[in-house]
């Protein structure tokens, strides 16, 4: 499985952006799938995560009622919509995928820049 991530940028605070993650290759592999991120010298965290054909979905308290995960399954694409963006939501942004696991993620994307200024 590969992932490729995009969307990310520089927006203010309180603005919007749609991260999108596009899996390619044994995509009927994927069980689950998200997105974590890391800030400039922190450890990489958990943000949502969501079953790739089921229902379960899981957020960070940190973006709960802010972030939606989504994904499309017609589409192998995976998707980020973030909301009131904050200051601190600023980092790198990594999809994740994993054949058994919920998000211990074994395949990642190669991560996406998102940069939130105040």
């Known amino acids: 499985v590969q992932l490729q991530a995009s969307g990310g940028g520089l927006v203010p605070a309180g603005g919007s952006l749609r991260l999108s993650c596009v899996a390619s290759?044994?995509?009927?592999?994927?069980?689950?799938t998200g997105w974590f991120r890391q800030a400039p010298g922190k450890e990489r965290e958990f943000v949502a995560g969501i079953l790739w054909r089921g229902q379960s979905i899981d957020y960070a308290e940190s973006v709960k009622g802010r972030f939606t995960v989504s994904r499309d399954i017609a589409k192998n694409t995976m998707y980020l919509q973030m909301n009131s963006l904050k200051p601190e939501d600023t980092g790198v942004y990594y999809c994740g995928a994993d054949q058994y696991r919920l998000t211990d993620y074994t395949y990642w994307g190669q991560g996406t820049q998102v940069t939130v200024s105040s």
């Open positions: 290759g044994r995509t009927d592999r994927i069980f689950s």
